[in-house]
């Protein structure tokens, strides 16, 4: 694993903590945007990631041997495709690793436990962006890493995720949570860990990095409450918009045979014991 790793989009949930999860012996740089960076034994600065002058500058400067771009604006195609690529393009040239974070969200969610070789088939503009980044990222790099992960859970500093629940439910805010849409939920160290030990590897390629619990976000709310100790009164059922796709968990046996290690599941263990019990 080279020494200098630059963590572009630092100051957001995922890059805050491949920060705080990296290996000892790594001289780190992460980038802030809209926030700064949270301080630590690291070294920050502040970044555009849409500047391709700011980039250029950035690369020349640091000289990294690893790059994870973390980095994204769901309105900004700037931010979402134009950046990444040209980051991308950046890390080819000077020779350095890169490693690019996508989502479930390029599949259709017609199927549901997408493995790695399955097209993507974006509905949400998001997703549509992404799946369009992550050819774009290997063309530009084919050594390049795409890490696809699902929804993000658990804490850093003040941020909690998935945002939408926790926000609100942090705020006594009832929240309506779809009761026919089905994820991967996943916890965000596990997403980080496993991109510094795929950054490793040097193998490229498409990686699903995703918790084993395929559940409803009605069913992720209830178990926020549980973990957070939110209200659970302020949970309520809906129904999915039909704008959105309807599953798009992710088959993650790939990786985790690759890294000899998986997500941890984020139900507790005496749930899981009563659900297999009342299986048998």
């Known amino acids: 694993m080279p020494d200098r790793a630059l963590v572009v989009g630092a100051s957001g949930f995922l890059g805050s903590r491949l920060l705080a999860l990296a290996p ?31 980039l250029a500058a950035l690369y020349e400067r640091e000289r990294p041997g690893v790059v994870f771009f973390a980095a ?28 690019f974070f996508s989502t ?3 599949f259709d969610g017609r199927t549901g436990g997408y493995q790695e070789t399955d097209a993507p088939s974006p509905v949400m503009s998001y997703g549509e962006m992404k799946a369009e980044a992550e050819v774009a990222v290997r063309q530009e790099h084919p050594g390049a890493v795409v890490v696809r992960a699902s929804l993000f859970v658990g804490e850093s500093g003040v941020m909690m995720r998935p945002l939408y629940e926790c926000d609100n439910l942090l705020r006594g805010q009832p929240v309506t949570l779809y009761r026919d849409e089905w994820r991967s939920p996943t916890h965000v160290d596990d997403v980080a860990r496993a991109a510094w030990d795929l950054a490793g590897l040097e193998i ?9 619990d395929r559940m409803t976000r009605l069913e992720l709310g209830k178990l926020l409450c549980t973990v957070f100790r939110f209200d659970p009164r302020l949970v309520r059922e809906g129904a999915r918009p039909a704008d959105r796709p309807q599953d798009t968990s992710l088959d993650c046996r790939r990786t985790a045979a690759l890294l000899g ?19 048998g």
């Open 24 to 54: 000892r012996h790594a001289s780190l740089v992460g980038t802030g945007g809209r926030r700064p960076v949270r301080p630590g034994p690291w070294r920050d600065t502040q970044l555009d990631v849409t500047s391709p002058t700011a």
């Open 72 to 99: 994204y604006d769901r309105e900004n195609r700037l931010a979402t495709v134009d950046a990444p690529v040209r980051a991308a393009a950046l890390a080819a040239r000077s020779g350095a690793r890169f490693v």
């Open 104 to 106: 479930d969200l390029v």
């Open 204 to 212: 490229p390629g498409v990686f699903h990095v995703a918790g084993p």
């Open 261 to 279: 290690w998986s997500p941890r599941s984020l139900v507790p263990s005496q749930q899981r014991a009563g659900a297999a019990a009342a299986r």
